[in-house]
């Protein structure tokens, strides 16, 4: 550790680079400038020979005043042209005059008086370009695989199979605890083409919309939004510190008889949906009056203490299923999202992203079964998530409700090695 901390703290910075340019245009020892700095005067020879800049001299058409034997060259009484000795285009026998300034302290051109009419290669020591020198060389340092080959290809294997399968990142990192890289380094494997996993293969390369502004439009219905804004559940979340259930639904083909609706619980990011033979108001009542004839009226109230929807045809009818018609006790609360503000209930929109893996836009849902949905949502609920610290939709939805909720609507724990989201994932399992 002593060794660590001695070796980092002779490395030089930048101002430490100031203060030898200044020293040296000064015309200061070494000694001198390695005790201001504290460092030893072959630190400051090592910083002054490794970064120093060479400058491209001027162009001759006769190599021989550059050659150090011009003097006494073999081939003098031979090769003479007006009084010169002229080089041949390539001499054995030639090598380049360095001068002798160069091989002492200071090791540059910078306070020779010689300098502008000097024809030997010159070197000059400029802090801009020690330290983007020294940067360079830090980052090539860096670059490649420090791993053994075996390791490697171990990773590779285990990673590119699961990406292939439409697993993320973190959840392949989370189940294998014996890879012990992280996601940004294997994202930058990925992207230097060193797995056989390609970017097309990683589940989420995402571009973030610009906001826009909306302009607001008239609610048709207003007598329904009394009570029941988005202004109105802030209000309602600040009492009672849970978040309201997001619902939507998802389409497919424009000819699709069905719908899916999505019912997304954001603590745990879970996620779960019901196939309707239509979106309709209607479609939508009825099945929320079968999950509260399947799950009972308390688990129903603890698991939607308030619903959030958009403004859509098939939400209008909504609020009938607020109270039980039987006792007259209120069971939950329905709040509706400003209009073109779909945004403000954008975790169950961003969760509909995995759905997509699986059923892409365009594709058609009539070809679904409730089945094939429950499938479905045990693959997305069972895979991890980084904003979970690594748990799966999965666990925390047993967790606070019990192994009765997820046995009721249907969704299974699908092991780690085996979550599929990719649009082979019904033709696997029929």
Known sequence: MMARRSQAKSQLCLNNRIKINTGIILGMSAITIAKQLKVSRQTIY????RNRKMVKRRTSSNKSVFCKHRNDCPYKATMRHQG??????KCEHFEDDICDGLLKFPFCCNTCSKKTYCIKQ???YDVKHSEEQTIQRRSDVRKGIRISRDDFSYIDSIVSEGLRKGQSLEHILRNHKEIKVSAVTIRRWINAGFMIARDIDLPRKVRFKVSKDYVPRVVK?????????YDDLKKWCEQHSRHAIQIDTVHGKMTDNKCLLTIFIP???????RLLDSCSPEAVNAEFYGLRQLLGNELFKKIFPAILCDNGIENLKLPEIEFDPMTGEQLTKVFYCDPYRSSQKGACERNHELIRYIKAKGKT???LTQDDADLMFSHINS???KSLMGKTPYELAVMFFG???VNLINIKKIDPDKVHLRHDLFSMER
């Open 365 to 367: 849902l009539d070809d």
């Open 403 to 405: 192994h009765e909720f």
């Open 221 to 229: 219905n207003p007598e329904l939004m009394v009570g029941r804004t």
């Open 267 to 273: 603590e745990i990011r879970f996620q779960f949906g």
């Open 46 to 49: 090592r910083e002054i020979k």
């Open 122 to 124: 010159k070197y000059y």
């Open 84 to 89: 010169f000795t002229v080089c041949f285009e």
């Open 383 to 385: 895979l991890s998530r």
